[in-house]
């Protein structure tokens, strides 16, 4: 057979009797889509009678309530008609004895409305008290949400694990230490004069933003030795979120002290070869530039001085000193075993009998030698024990300002701008009001305010010009009366901080959100 002819009928056959393959596939999806089908609809109806149940189950619940409350309506109705009749009774009784005397009835009249007028009270007086049990009941249940809504962002956040006062207290008895044995071996020189240091920083205030190597700062304050005193200058107030000081040293004549001191001379009125002879030097050839107290000749006068105080202190026994390199203040580390404590001794001088100081500590990335920036270390120590001595003892408010400084750390937002907030929100809040149930609402106000202050680009100073600031705290006349100046001074001053503040602001509140949520 021709090969042409027979492909021809091979194909023809294909044509005219296809295979049955494609059939069977298709009826096999067919029966799979009529189950598929079949089981969506019984899914249907099954969802359908569950919500018809729900639906049912609901109205049964509203008609159960609705009943109960006809029910007490209905109970209160009895209850007031049942006492209107028992004094209908009694006034019937009353008025069929004492028929015919008319004062009598008139008292009996009295006593009866006297009576209804007691029944009405006892039954307002029921109602009223049956009200505030149920009110009690819905504060009670509302208290206990709140509670637990507390307890669990507490346990959702990691909390450092500090024990403050212990290092506060070794501290302060260091430094009481320090301070006995400054006072024998400064009792006859011309230097400052050194009082009892004050605790001062996050640590004295009951609170950290780190987990480890808390630094435990104290001021130690300085008065001018005899023949000195002490004058300080406001200098300019160009910037006004700095207010800087210099401590002008003046002598004074001391003629008048000779016999009390015979050992000292009067650096006015006394020749200078016999007080280069007879005397040590006074303060102004020691630790000052021109008239003026030098912060860095005061600071390497301390180093020496606590060196060479420490072999007296009972602590050298069994601690180790180290003193780190610092140009405005002392800092030293004393370490026993794994156990380590790091000090940071500033000094200053105190303006009249108020809580505010000139101090060596600075504000700016340079400040001048003789420059004393003003500072409100003190006061706000005794801001936040003014706040201990009213709080709870299950007060919060330390533990939100401590998670609140821990959480921007890497962002802009500095630990000083978090402990603002914080502090107007404790002085403008009751202090009962940073409970455990009330943790979440606290921790909103403080990240709301954030944003207010950063959008608005001002956060006014806690302390100066604050007329809401505690009297029993006090403050300098100029302080209280000054404009408050602005700690976010540096957003109005620059568009481009103020943009990517607000940036940094988004991601910290996403931050906040997850660690509420309990999300990695």
Not at 68 to 91: C, D, T
Not at 100 to 111: D, S
Not at 394 to 399: I, Y
Request: aromatic letters at 10%.
């Amino acid at each position: 057979m021709d090969p042409m002819v027979f492909l021809f009928l091979v194909l023809k056959s294909l044509i005219q009797y296809p295979q049955p393959v494609a059939d069977g596939l298709d009826e096999e999806t067919r029966l799979r889509m009529e189950a598929r089908a079949k089981l969506l609809e019984w899914e249907r109806l099954q969802l359908e009678q569950e919500v018809e149940q729900l639906t049912q189950e609901q109205g049964k619940q509203v008609q159960l309530l609705q009943l109960l409350a006809v029910a007490v309506l209905l109970a209160l109705v009895l209850l007031l008609w049942f006492i209107g009749w028992k004094s209908s009774q009694r006034r019937e009784e009353d008025e069929e004895e004492n028929h015919g005397a008319n004062e009598e009835e008139v008292r009996n009249v009295g006593a009866n409305e006297e009576d209804n007028v007691g029944h009405e009270h006892i039954n307002a007086a029921a109602i009223a008290e049956n009200n505030d049990d149920v009110a009690n009941e819905v504060q009670d249940e509302n208290y206990d949400l709140d509670n637990q809504v507390g307890q669990v962002i507490m346990e959702r956040i990691q909390w450092p694990v500090q024990d403050l006062q212990r290092g506060c207290e070794w501290t302060t008895q260091l430094m009481d230490n320090y301070t006995i044995f400054f006072g024998h071996v400064l009792s006859n020189s011309f230097y400052p004069v050194l009082q009892r240091a004050i605790g001062v920083g996050s640590a004295f205030e009951g609170w950290s933003p780190r987990e480890q190597d808390v630094v435990y700062s104290v001021l130690i304050p300085m008065t001018p030795p005899r023949g000195h005193s002490f004058h300080l200058e406001l200098e300019s107030e160009e910037q006004r979120h700095v207010r800087n000081f210099r401590v002008r040293v003046q002598l004074e004549c001391t003629c008048s002290r000779e016999q009390q001191a015979e050992d000292m001379l009067c650096f006015l009125h006394h020749p200078e070869e016999e007080l280069r002879s007879n005397q040590e030097p006074s303060l102004l050839d020691t630790l000052c530039t021109g008239s003026y107290l030098d912060v860095q000749k005061t600071a390497l006068w301390f180093h020496q001085l606590v060196r060479a105080v420490w072999p007296a202190l009972p602590q050298s026994h069994n601690w180790l000193l180290t003193l780190l390199p610092s140009t405005r203040s002392c800092q030293l580390k004393v370490t026993y075993g794994k156990e380590i404590f790091r000090i940071e001794m500033l000094f200053g001088v105190r303006r009249g009998d108020s809580a505010v100081f000139v101090c060596s500590q600075p504000r700016e990335a340079y400040t001048a030698n003789t420059t004393w920036p003003e500072s409100y270390a003190v006061a706000e120590v005794e801001f936040f024990q003014h706040i201990a001595r009213q709080a709870p003892p299950d007060s919060l408010h330390l533990k939100c300002l401590q998670f609140f400084t821990r959480l921007p750390l890497g962002f802009g937002f500095s630990t000083y701008t978090m402990k603002t907030i914080v502090m107007h929100l404790l002085n403008i809040k009751t202090v009962s009001a940073w409970r455990r149930r009330n943790l979440l609402e606290r921790m909103l106000d403080i990240i709301n305010s954030l944003y207010v202050c950063v959008r608005a680009k001002c956060l006014n100073h806690f302390i100066v010009g604050n007329q809401r600031f505690p009297q029993d705290i006090k403050l300098p006349a100029d302080v209280q009366r000054a404009e408050p100046y602005n700690v976010l001074h540096r957003l109005e001053q620059q568009p481009d901080a103020h943009s990517h503040a607000l940036y940094e602001y988004d991601i910290l509140e996403k931050w906040f959100k997850r660690i509420l949520l309990g999300e990695d």
